[in-house]
C-alpha cells in the first residue's frame, strides 16, 4: 500500500446656543482647575521607556481581510511611578491623589482607518479622555536634585489595543507620535506615554500563499495483510513529511494561521483522524483498512480531525517559511476483509486565519 498524493484549494449652533455652550465650558474650566499644587512625577528605572507601542519596531503591515471586531495588536504596559508635590500653588501641603490619564483616542489614525486604538485602565476600556485616580495621596515635597527614594508610588497598568472597527479605506495618523496616557495630577501628568511612527502603518491583502504549486505526496512502505491481528493503529510503517506555506513576516496581527485537511473520512472515527483508502484500479473503498494522518505542529503528534481547523502558526512569530510536519500511517479499522491491493487517498487542505 503506498502513495497518497495532496491536493490544495486555495481559500485563499445661533448665538443662544455658543452662549450656553461657552457657559457650560466656562463650569467645567472652574470645577476641574486644581486648588493646590501640581505633582511631578517619573520613573525609578535608568532608562524609562514611554512607549506605549511603536510601528517601527513590529510588523506594521495591517491585513485589511480580517474581521471586523479582530484585536490586530495588544500591548501592556507595566511600570512604577514615583510622584512628589512641587512646592508651588497655594496649599503645596494638601495632599494630592495620583491619576493616571485617558487621553481621547478617538480617530486618531483618520476617520477612515477601520482602526480604533482603545486604552484599558482600571478595567476601563475606551477612547475618550478620562481620570482615574489610583487610591494613592501624597503631599511629600519634591524638587530637582533631591533624592526621589522616599517619595510615594503607584504602579501603571495599562493595556493598549489596536482594534479594527470598520473597513480600512485610508490611514491619516494625526501625527506621527501620538500621547495615549499620562501620569500625575488629574486630568495632565508630566509622565507621558505615546503611540509613535504611525507613518510606519500600511494596509495589505497578502497573509500566507501556498509553496511552489501547493500539491504535496507522501508514499508509505508495503504493509503485509497477514501481519495485522486486529483492528488498530499500526506505527510501522508510517511516513513523515511537510506542507509548506510563505507567509508575509511584516504582517501585524494577533490572528493565528488555520489549516483544515478534508476528504473521504471514516464515519464514526473523525477523532482518530482516518481517512479511506481507495483501490487504484477499481476506485473502491478498501475495506478494513485506513489512512491516519496525524500533525505536529504544536510539538507532538496529534490526530487531524477531517475539516477541523487546527493552529499552524501566528503572525506574531513573523515568519516566512512555516512548516507544518505531517505523519501517515496505516491504521485497520477491522480483519475480516483485508486483501491485499495498491491504493491512494486523495485529501484537500485550506489555510485560514482566525
Not at 154 to 183: A, D, Y
Request: proline fraction near 5%.
Amino acid at each position: 500500500m503506498k502513495m497518497f498524493p495532496m491536493k490544495v484549494e486555495r481559500i485563499n449652533i445661533m448665538a443662544k446656543r455658543i452662549f450656553s455652550l461657552l457657559a457650560f465650558l466656562g463650569l467645567f474650566a472652574g470645577a476641574a482647575a486644581p486648588a493646590y499644587a501640581d505633582l511631578t512625577c517619573g520613573s525609578d528605572s535608568p532608562v524609562f521607556n514611554n512607549t506605549a507601542m511603536d510601528f517601527s519596531t513590529i510588523p506594521n503591515q495591517i491585513n485589511t481581510s480580517v474581521p471586523i471586531n479582530t484585536v490586530i495588536y495588544s500591548k501592556e504596559t507595566v511600570a512604577t511611578i514615583w510622584c512628589g508635590k512641587t512646592m508651588t500653588g497655594t496649599n503645596p501641603f494638601t495632599e494630592e491623589e495620583i491619576f493616571i490619564n485617558r487621553v481621547t483616542t478617538t480617530n486618531i489614525l483618520g476617520s477612515n482607518s477601520g482602526l480604533t486604538v482603545y486604552v484599558t485602565i482600571n478595567g476601563n476600556r475606551g477612547t475618550t479622555g478620562k481620570a482615574y485616580g489610583t487610591g494613592v495621596l501624597t503631599n511629600k515635597p519634591w524638587t530637582n536634585g533631591l533624592d526621589t527614594e522616599y517619595l510615594d508610588r503607584v504602579t501603571v497598568n495599562v493595556t493598549v489595543e489596536l482594534v479594527k472597527t470598520g473597513e480600512n479605506q485610508s490611514l491619516n495618523p494625526k501625527s506621527n507620535n501620538i500621547q495615549l496616557f499620562t501620569v500625575g495630577s488629574q486630568g495632565g501628568g508630566d509622565v507621558q506615554y505615546y503611540l509613535r511612527n504611525n507613518s510606519y502603518l500600511n494596509f495589505t491583502i497578502q497573509t500566507c500563499d501556498v509553496y511552489g504549486d501547493g500539491n504535496f505526496s507522501a508514499e508509505l512502505s508495503p504493509l503485509s495483510v497477514n501481519s495485522i491481528h486486529a483492528p488498530g493503529a499500526i506505527d510501522s510503517p508510517s511516513r513523515d513529511f511537510e506542507v509548506l506555506i510563505n507567509c508575509n513576516s511584516d504582517l501585524w496581527s494577533t490572528q493565528n494561521i488555520l489549516m483544515k485537511i478534508t476528504g473521504e473520512n471514516i464515519s464514526g472515527m473523525e477523532n482518530l483522524g482516518l481517512y479511506k483508502w481507495k483501490n487504484i484500479s477499481t476506485g473502491e473503498e478498501a475495506p478494513d483498512m485506513a489512512l491516519q494522518l496525524l500533525q505536529g505542529a504544536s510539538g507532538s503528534y496529534e490526530p487531524v480531525v477531517p475539516g477541523q481547523n487546527f493552529v499552524i502558526g501566528n503572525f506574531d512569530e513573523s515568519r516566512t517559511l512555516v512548516r507544518i510536519p505531517l505523519r501517515a500511517k496505516y491504521y485497520a479499522t477491522g480483519v475480516s476483509q483485508l486483501a491485499p491491493a495498491e491504493v491512494r487517498s486523495v485529501l484537500v487542505y485550506n489555510i485560514d486565519y482566525q
